[in-house]
């Protein structure tokens, strides 16, 4: 956990503004590019990304700016939609969550058409969002106002489940449209049947507080997540209790991310500090981290679609690392 042994950025894309959020889609985007959303005070930007690993004739990364769009208020989260494509007629769909406790709701097509639906409901801060990934219809959210609701597009709330603290992460099983999974602040993480809105399963983390948590989407009995300074992942096969927890940051953790392209890898980041925010790659058959980044006051995390490459938001700018797996 030396700071000395932290490794630059692979590649570095260069903003306007600080960047709050960024997100890669975790949809095909029909095109050998990935779609990737970042956003920051009053502003989100949608782009594509193409990087040598993908393209021979690409030196380092390209990045293309489709669309800047306005927003009134700093973007706190924000999620993907499945139906937003570039192939035929080019259709960009997600949804962001700001601190008027507000989802925003915004379709462009890129040029004339751009409309944004305003959802309310949540009475308190609203700390993670997704949508439903096979067919794009829902959108899901969590808040401290302990509850997570779910949404149609056209802004009608279609449950509600009452939580016992506040919501902290939710996740949406990649196939069966009805499980959800809600991770709670005290430390416990529940996975929903949204037909019946009742909880069958459950896991506890030991401690507290819990601050981020995600499902392993390639696959689906691996849940992680930060608690305190700690990383811990379970098997829900296996049992209710973490199979493996080890100290990650030296201040709090963060958030916890898998990989998309494997299912042994993740990252974790540290709270931001006053300079740099630390970034941790793990991977389960390691003991300590296989990669330590690091970022000016860095927020965000997200993992690419194929490749083993994650991107933190920072100080004006992106950061991409890849790990050589």
């Not at 007629?89 to 639906?117: G, M, W, Y």
């Amino acid at each position: 956990m030396q700071e000395d042994s932290s490794r630059s950025p692979s590649y570095t894309v260069t903003c306007e503004d600080y960047v709050h959020v960024v997100e890669f889609s975790p949809f095909s985007s029909g095109t050998a590019a990935s779609l990737l959303a970042y956003g920051g005070n009053q502003y989100v930007v949608v782009g594509t990304c193409l990087f040598q690993e993908e393209d021979m004739e690409i030196e380092g990364v390209e990045f293309n700016v489709l669309r800047a769009f306005h927003h009134e208020l700093r973007v706190d989260a924000l999620a993907w939609s499945p139906e937003s494509r570039l192939d035929r007629i080019p259709n960009i769909r997600f949804c962001t969550a700001a601190a008027d406790r507000k989802l925003r709701l915004l379709t462009s097509d890129l040029q004339d058409r751009h409309e944004v639906k305003v959802m309310e409901g949540h009475t308190s801060y609203i700390n993670h969002l997704v949508f439903e990934p096979t067919e794009g219809k829902q959108i899901a959210s969590v808040s401290d106002d302990h509850t997570c609701r779910v949404w149609d597009l056209d802004g009608n709330e279609s449950t509600t489940l009452r939580l016992r603290s506040p919501g902290i992460s939710v996740c949406w099983h990649p196939e069966e449209a009805f499980k959800l999974m809600v991770a709670e602040k005290k430390g416990t993480i529940r996975f929903y049947d949204l037909v019946t809105q009742q909880a069958i399963l459950s896991l506890d983390c030991g401690q507290s507080p819990l601050m981020s948590a995600d499902w392993c989407l390639t696959n689906t009995i691996k849940v992680g997540a930060v608690a305190g300074n700690d990383w811990l992942i379970w098997d829900i096969t296996r049992s209710s209790y973490p199979q493996e927890k080890r100290p990650a940051h030296i201040d709090k953790a963060r958030l916890f991310k898998w990989s998309r392209a494997n299912e042994n890898l993740f990252a974790t980041t540290g709270c931001p500090g006053k300079i740099s925010s630390q970034l941790l790659i793990h991977h389960l058959g390691h003991p300590q981290p296989v990669m330590i980044g690091s970022a000016t006051v860095g927020s965000g995390l997200s993992w690419h679609r194929t490749l083993p490459l994650c991107v933190i938001g920072g100080d004006r700018k992106l950061c991409f690392w890849m790990t050589e797996m």
